[in-house]
């Protein structure tokens, strides 16, 4: 079994984690497991498009895909969504043990590989493992313990309805008979999964574990002694190591290559020409020379010593200051209109004030502390590969078309991510594995990525030029506003040269803002691609939000108003507003009617916030107060900033409040590390972080100059506020995401408010005194 | 010539290339891989070892330099796990990802050996150089104040 073979290791030390993170299933006791899927989704895909159902390969919730139990009652449950900090592996868990009645002491979790037709989507991004797998993942827990309630009621030969399972046990209730679920596994694991008429899901009231604060972490134990396997952690017996040398700029490509002194370093075995990829490149590697050596040291060294002549290609001349000036000058000429409302230009001309602002947030890079980094081998026309992917069904793919084997004689198995952020979702690494591998014959190769090739050949967020003009009327009160956004495209990944964000760029609060405004336009101009840009933890909310939310309260000051109540009074009143009316029809592959936009949502993330952090208290010279709200992922957050200028303008973050209402909450713990998570993130992106090109080069290479939020740095307190999310029959919103988008512009106005200083260009470092 | 490591109490000998960083030679030869990756250039502390109780970074010390002296990794920091951080790690839920984890823990392992009783600005001057881009920041804080105030001793 390839969970002991893994952990396995050249000095006989065992680092295979306790709950076989690396492996599936084992063969044993494991015998509700027994059985062919049923294939659940296909009904419900054909009736609906949205939600789980909208997703490539929809959803299960069939109970023996899920959850095994042995006989000695042990309750396995299978993960088949990636973790990677979010707490995914600890909530499922709760939602299946929950409905199992599972006792948590005895529920272990293992991870699926990828394997979409039989699990359901995989595709960890977006925000949304638990909105689409809550119920069904909640049908699976109730209709294994129906099978168990069955399994007993039959044993003792008396109606199912006088046996209830509660606590690992079914017990019948006039009897006072009662057997543990490993005594019954067997003959549940015989019988049909039940209807789902059969199946009742528990009252709300009766949970265990779903809404609980205490629960830890099931991953805590690994993670805290070491013995947590990462991609990067992986091993088999007799393995290589490699890294990969890559084109400077993208789209560049070895002209020649002298590998004679790279060769002679101790260790190193072999040098691999990785092709380069056609543009656009999708997912794969964007090629280069691999170093294939006994250990990762020889294979840097060895990489060091390669002398390789690039051609840079099309892209030799791509550098941020003169493309900051060029998405100026786009945002300064009409573009493609992707939303209108009334007469903005009459009304423009009109207005008693106007007020118009730039905003420019740069490239960024997702950066997880545990860089891209992939094992992969190949034998007997059969690959394996254990990667810390996002996303495996699609790095499943992808393996088999550039190895030219068979999906199905391609597995990947899941290690634990080091961070995600949306890079992992991209499987060019593991791609690269297999290449390495097939170059040596198939024998294992596991390949790293060091932190300067993640920073150099990433998938960047995208740079965007923002420009937004207002009319206020006499009152002060918008009667026009106008919003241009250029920034390249993720689409250029896809398709040749695309020059517009496509619908889900312009759905992530550009085009869906809720403002009670009556004169509209949002126009989003050219702007191409020049690396690769991919998603980034809430992608292209980062920019729009900031660009909205600092112009909202630089309107404020233009009207001499409070921030908070205009950012309020632009909301306007309660109410649900259908996406599709403001021509925002993707509404993050949400239906309309369960997920409209609730502006009523929005003021109270706002007002907590708002009272959270004291809203309104006078403040002592160089403190200050921001905030800012945002609708992402179906979710609703909002976060307001206490900052403190010292002489010099440097400045600190004494207090952030977060207000979230993301529906009613599975993991209230893991909600709270989200947004305490995000707010960290979020300073590091307003205050210190930037990746820059020179000549279609990165110019950040490594984290003393790709600056993140330190302990020191961070902000001082953080206070999470977790709106109360109704009935568990509510749609659920997401979490991992929305908390970001906020953070910056809530530090930008307060920093405003403290020294009268508007920064309208990410990040801040040192303007506050320039 | 052979080069003998102390490790987590344990001699190992080591053959090859004595510059090798002691982080490829704990993950790569002896796969101890609770020693973490992150930056290669003393930026990130995922790598953060004991050598010889005082916190190193495995990234910058050839192998040669921690010859013949006490090493002490992540899996050796406490036979059991029980440490009293892992503990306080594990009561508050202070990893998101982890990745950054064994080497916040055993940086504020080493900083607690020598200051039992240190003070936030004391937390924050010695947990600086380790970076979570998970951004666990505040509860990292809380567990190592959590031991502090309980005054457990490792
Ligand atoms: S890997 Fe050693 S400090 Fe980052
Ligand atoms: S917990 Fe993920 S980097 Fe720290």
């Not at chain 1, 707490?87 to 199992?100: F, K, Q």
Request: with cysteine; proline share 7%; glycine share 10%.
């Amino acid at each position: 079994m390839i969970s002991r073979e893994i952990g396995r290791d050249a000095g006989g030390l065992a680092n295979v984690s306790r709950r076989g993170l690396v492996g599936g299933l084992g063969a044993g006791a494991l015998v509700l497991a027994l059985g062919l899927p049923r294939r659940s989704a296909a009904q419900g895909q054909a009736e609906k498009k949205f939600g789980a159902a909208g997703m490539p390969n929809g959803w299960r919730d069939d109970p023996r895909i899920f959850i095994a139990i042995a006989e000695d009652g042990t309750v396995t449950i299978t993960c088949h969504r990636q973790e990677m900090g979010q707490g995914v592996r600890t909530s499922i868990a709760m939602v299946i043990a929950d409905e199992l009645e599972a006792d948590w002491d005895r529920v272990r979790v293992v991870q699926a590989d990828g394997d979409e037709p039989r699990y359901g989507n995989q595709d960890t991004d977006g925000s949304r493992s638990l909105r689409h797998f809550f119920v069904p993942l909640r049908r699976a827990g109730a209709g294994a313990r129906v099978m168990l309630e069955q399994a007993a009621a039959a044993r003792w030969g008396v109606p199912v309805a006088e046996v209830r399972a509660t606590a690992h046990a079914v017990t019948h209730g006039p009897s006072g008979r009662s057997l543990g679920y490993g005594e019954l596994a067997r003959a549940a694991s015989e019988l049909p999964v039940p209807q789902p008429d059969a199946v009742r899901l528990k009252d709300p009231g009766q949970f265990r574990y779903i809404g609980r604060e205490d629960v830890g972490l099931v991953d805590n134990q690994d993670i805290t002694t070491g013995r947590a396997i990462y991609g990067i952690d992986a091993r088999i017996d007799g393995m290589y190591y490699a890294v990969v040398a890559r084109p400077p700029v993208y789209g560049g490509r070895v002209t020649s290559v002298d590998e004679a002194e790279a060769l002679k370093v101790p260790g190193v075995v072999r040098v691999v020409r990785i092709d380069p990829p056609s543009i656009p490149s999708e997912f794969q590697p964007v090629g280069g020379i691999a170093v294939i050596a006994r250990n990762t040291w020889a294979a840097m060294r060895g990489r060091e010593a390669l002398k390789i002549t690039w051609e840079d290609g099309p892209n030799a001349d791509y550098s941020s200051d003169t493309y900051r000036q060029k998405l100026q000058a786009a945002v300064r000429q009409p573009g493609k209109l992707v939303r209108s409302e009334g007469d903005l230009d009459r009304a423009m001309a009109g207005a008693a004030k106007r007020v118009e602002a730039e905003y420019y947030i740069p490239h960024l890079a997702q950066s997880p502390m545990e860089p891209p980094a992939a094992l992969v081998r190949i034998q007997g026309g059969r690959c394996e590969a254990w990667a810390c992917t996002q996303a495996p069904q699609v790095t499943r793919a992808r393996l088999a078309q550039r190895l030219g084997l068979p999906e199905e004689a391609v597995t990947v198995h899941v290690t634990l991510l080091g961070g995600g952020f949306g890079r992992k979702s991209k499987p060019d690494f593991v791609i690269e594995a297999g290449l390495c591998s097939q170059a040596m014959d198939g024998a294992p190769v596991k390949l790293t990525w060091t932190r300067e090739d993640d920073l150099s050949h990433g998938y960047y967020s995208t740079v965007s030029m923002e420009r937004l003009e207002a009319g206020l009327d006499g009152n002060g009160r918008p009667v026009a506003w106008l919003h241009r956004s250029a920034a390249p495209t993720i689409a250029a990944l896809f398709a040749p040269d695309p020059k517009h964000e496509m619908p889900i760029e312009l759905g992530m609060g550009f085009i869906n803002t809720p403002f009670a405004i009556p004169n509209i336009r949002m126009e989003n101009p050219e702007a191409a691609a020049h690396v690769r840009v991919g998603w980034y933890r809430s992608v292209s909310n980062i920019p729009h939000a900031f660009a909205i939310q600092s112009f909202v309260a630089e309107l404020a000051h233009a009207a001499g108003r409070d921030p908070k109540d205009y950012l309020l009074e632009l909301i306007g009143p309660a109410r649900t507003i259908d996406p599709t009316d403001l021509g925002d029809a993707w509404n993050h592959g949400e239906d309309p009617k369960l997920y409209p936009i609730d502006t009523g949502r929005l003021r109270r993330v706002i007002e907590t916030a708002a009272t959270g952090i004291g809203w309104g208290r006078p403040m002592p010279r160089g403190r200050g107060l921001g905030i800012a709200g945002h609708y992402s992922f179906v979710s609703y957050v909002a976060v307001a900033v206490e900052v403190e200028v010292g002489e010099g303008g440097a400045f600190s973050v004494p207090r952030v409040d977060i207000a979230v209402d993301c529906g009613p909450v599975v993991n209230p713990d893991r909600v709270r590390a989200q947004m305490e998570g995000a707010v960290v993130m979020g300073h590091g992106l307003a205050t210190s972080a930037e990746i820059s090109f020179k000549d279609g080069r990165a110019e950040q290479q490594n984290f003393d100059v790709y600056e993140l939020t330190r302990i020191a740095t961070t902000p001082r307190e953080i206070r999470v506020h977790i709106l109360p999310g109704g009935d568990y029959d509510r749609p659920l919103g997401g979490v991992g995401e929305p908390g970001l988008p906020p953070v910056a512009p809530a530090i930008a106005n307060a920093i405003f408010a403290a020294t009268g200083k508007r920064i309208r260009r990410l990040p801040i470092r040192d303007q506050i005194n320039a | 010539m052979a080069t003998t490591v102390i490790l987590n109490g344990t001699e190992h000998r080591f053959d090859g290339d004595t510059e090798m960083p002691l982080l490829w030679y704990l993950r790569d030869e002896l796969g101890l891989t609770g020693t973490k990756f992150g930056c290669g250039i003393a930026q990130c502390g995922a790598c953060t070892v004991h050598i010889d109780g005082a916190p190193a970074l495995a990234c910058q010390t050839p192998v040669a330099v921690a010859e013949g002296r006490q090493i002490t990794t992540i899996e050796g920091l406490s036979p059991t796990g029980d440490h009293p951080l892992q503990v306080a790690w594990r009561e508050l839920n202070v990893a998101q990802c982890g990745y950054c984890q064994t080497g916040q823990i055993m940086r504020a392992a080493a900083l607690l050996q020598e200051n039992p009783r240190p003070s936030d600005a004391d937390i924050d001057d010695a947990m600086n150089g380790n970076l979570c881009r998970c951004g666990t920041y505040p509860r990292i804080r809380a567990a190592i104040k959590q031991v502090v105030s309980k005054g457990s001793r490792p």
